[in-house]
């Protein structure tokens, strides 16, 4: 580690390059088109170094996409040749190969320069309503092929030198629904990419190129230390934990998800070979996406206030084989893996690791998007789609209850206000409150689960459900109880019927859909 560097000088471009990605979320949000960007965020924005290293990321940015954005950049320079980049250049791509998670999540990525030198790149993240596929919003519960789930795209450089290629722009709006937010969108994520460039080329001048790259290789160096320092804390052995997944669209089999955890000094390995194969239906989980679920876990129980960057990361290993669950072939289906799949991967390593770090873990929680999407048309003929991912209860800690409605571990998305729902889509919201009771017991208890009730006024519409802990409640620990599962009535006060966990159906006129979200799980 380079202490040769002015303390101040350090400490003020580490607070640079950190609001540089913050004032990246603000742009992204306040100039996309779709909702589920400008009110849920579902987004997340990173600095790398020229090399690909992930250098800064945002603090209110989406734990799913920050492990995944630490391969992007590295692995988009495998593919792109670097001296082919030049100054306003700007790639989208969401191939599961780059670093990839699933479809929907497509990736702006903006090489930056400084002197003609490159110096840094710039992505963003951003969750598309829809990429195409066989269903509005890209969710096919019965996907056996990726193919199924929507277009792919390469590294493509829709902006050359800050000027937009018209043609790969209508490659991309032809084969996605609602073209008009689908540009939207993409254009907002080169906004923010615009003012990253800007900011660091701000931050270079100031403080001189040499001395900005010596600060990002300090950072690495000091994460990892810490890192590694936090892990020497934890006893040497080995610990296993498991859960389930209800299913995987397809069949009704739960669906295996176990890990073995070696603590060797300031090492940790993490192997999921006793996890089950790929699954037939779309929860498989890619590499990288298992990788950002194990990063998250030890940042939260060992390493809260440890700079997340590249160096982070650097003294855990990661095993998954090829064909299984959490690493899948590149032709699996994985749409609902990304949120789904690495939520069960984190469940597995809080409940390995509870006997040795038993004032830090938390008793199983939400664990589940609770994601409804529900597509149509409006009046005029526009076609809508509404993505939703739905908040529950927080599990129980060894010293306080959990959190009442809100998201836990992978995501970290806000609810579209009610306001803001009505307005955009015939929909009207018709209750909105925490479940009483719905928490697991112990001497602490869970958090409660939220209800949501949500009116079809278009005359028909199409309903698509993909999330978990329908069958497999969240678990309690050391005694404590299980919170309560996750429902999906259809018309609660008629003929209701439950709506399964992955499943697509047709409503009507005045049909309702009430979603029960999870509650916590009780501790001690």
């Known amino acids: 580690m380079d202490r040769s560097i002015n303390p101040i000088t350090l400490e003020v471009v580490r607070n640079a390059i950190f609001s540089i990605t913050e004032e990246m979320r603000v742009i992204l949000m306040r100039s996309a088109r779709a909702p589920i960007l400008k009110e849920a965020g579902d987004l997340s924005c990173v600095l790398t170094d020229a090399q690909g290293r992930l250098i800064a990321q945002g603090s209110k940015d989406i734990a799913i996409h920050l492990g995944v954005m630490a391969f992007t950049v590295k692995a988009f320079l495998e593919v792109i040749d670097p001296s082919g980049l030049r100054p306003g250049d700007v790639y989208y791509t969401n191939a599961p190969g780059i670093g990839g998670n699933h479809l929907p999540d497509v990736k702006a990525i903006r090489p930056i320069f400084f002197e003609d030198r490159l110096v840094a790149f710039a992505v963003n993240l951003a969750h598309w309503a829809d990429v195409g596929g066989t269903k509005a919003g890209s969710y096919y519960t019965q996907a056996t092929e990726i193919y199924q789930e929507g277009l792919q795209l390469?590294?493509?450089?829709?902006?050359?030198?800050?000027?937009?290629?018209?043609?790969?722009?209508?490659?991309?709006?032809?084969?996605?629904?609602?073209?008009?937010?689908?540009?939207?969108?993409?254009?907002?994520?080169?906004?923010?990419?615009?003012?990253?460039?800007?900011?660091?080329?701000?931050?270079?001048?100031?403080?001189?190129?040499?001395?900005?790259?010596?600060?990002?290789?300090?950072?690495?160096?000091?994460?990892?230390?810490?890192?590694?320092?936090?892990?020497?804390?934890?006893?040497?052995?080995?610990?296993?934990?498991?859960?389930?997944?209800?299913?995987?669209?397809?069949?009704?089999?739960?669906?295996?998800?176990?890990?073995?955890?070696?603590?060797?000094?300031?090492?940790?390995?993490?192997?999921?070979?006793?996890?089950?194969?790929?699954?037939?239906?779309?929860?498989?989980?890619?590499?990288?996406?298992?990788c950002s679920a194990v990063y998250y876990a030890m940042k939260a129980l060992v390493g809260p206030d440890i700079p997340p960057n590249d160096g982070c990361y650097r003294c855990l290993e990661v095993i998954a084989p090829r064909g299984s669950v959490t690493n899948p072939e590149p032709w699996a289906p994985l749409v609902g893996g990304n949120h789904e799949t690495t939520q069960r991967i984190v469940d597995a390593i809080f409940q390995a690791l509870a006997p040795v770090l038993p004032d830090r873990v938390v008793a199983g929680g939400t664990?589940?998007?609770?994601?409804?999407?529900?597509?149509?048309?409006?009046?005029?003929?526009?076609?809508?789609?509404?993505?939703?991912?739905?908040?529950?209860?927080?599990?129980?800690?060894?010293?306080?209850?959990?959190?009442?409605?809100?998201?836990?571990?992978?995501?970290?998305?806000?609810?579209?206000?009610?306001?803001?729902?009505?307005?955009?889509?015939?929909?009207?919201?018709?209750?909105?409150?925490?479940?009483?009771?719905?928490?697991?017991?112990?001497?602490?208890?869970?958090?409660?689960?939220?209800?949501?009730?949500?009116?079809?006024?278009?005359?028909?519409?199409?309903?698509?459900?993909?999330?978990?802990?329908?069958?497999?409640?969240?678990?309690?620990?050391?005694?404590?109880?299980?919170?309560?599962?996750?429902?999906?009535?259809?018309?609660?006060?008629?003929?209701?019927?439950?709506?399964?966990?992955?499943?697509?159906?047709?409503?009507?006129?005045?049909?309702?859909?009430?979603?029960?979200?999870?509650?916590?799980?009780?501790?001690?």
Do not use: W
């Open 367 to 524: 664990a589940t998007s609770g994601v409804v999407i529900i597509s149509g048309r409006r009046e005029d003929g526009r076609p809508f789609i509404f993505y939703e991912a739905h908040g529950g209860g927080e599990g129980a800690q060894a010293t306080r209850d959990g959190a009442n409605g809100i998201r836990v571990h992978m995501a970290n998305t806000m609810n579209t206000p009610i306001e803001a729902l009505e307005a955009e889509y015939p929909l009207r919201v018709e209750a909105y409150h925490l479940i009483p009771d719905s928490g697991g017991r112990g001497k602490h208890r869970g958090g409660l689960g939220l209800r949501r009730t949500y009116r079809i006024l278009c005359p028909e519409a199409e309903v698509t459900t993909m999330n978990d802990r329908h069958v497999v409640p969240p678990f309690g620990l050391f005694g404590g109880q299980a919170g309560r599962p996750l429902h999906i009535i259809l018309n609660p006060q008629g003929e209701a019927r439950r709506i399964r966990g992955k499943e697509t159906l047709q409503v009507g006129q005045g049909d309702v859909i009430q979603v029960e979200g999870v509650g916590g799980g009780g501790y001690g």
């Open 154 to 290: 390469p590294p493509l450089p829709v902006f050359r030198e800050g000027k937009v290629d018209p043609l790969l722009l209508e490659l991309i709006l032809l084969n996605t629904r609602n073209r008009e937010e689908r540009q939207g969108d993409l254009y907002a994520q080169y906004a923010c990419n615009e003012v990253a460039a800007r900011r660091l080329h701000e931050l270079f001048s100031l403080h001189g190129r040499e001395t900005v790259l010596r600060c990002f290789d300090h950072y690495l160096e000091e994460s990892d230390q810490q890192m590694r320092a936090a892990i020497a804390s934890i006893p040497d052995g080995t610990y296993y934990g498991e859960d389930y997944l209800d299913d995987d669209g397809i069949t009704d089999q739960p669906v295996k998800i176990a890990v073995r955890i070696t603590i060797e000094g300031d090492r940790a390995r993490f192997d999921f070979r006793d996890s089950a194969p790929q699954t037939a239906g779309p929860l498989n989980c890619t590499y990288f996406m298992t």
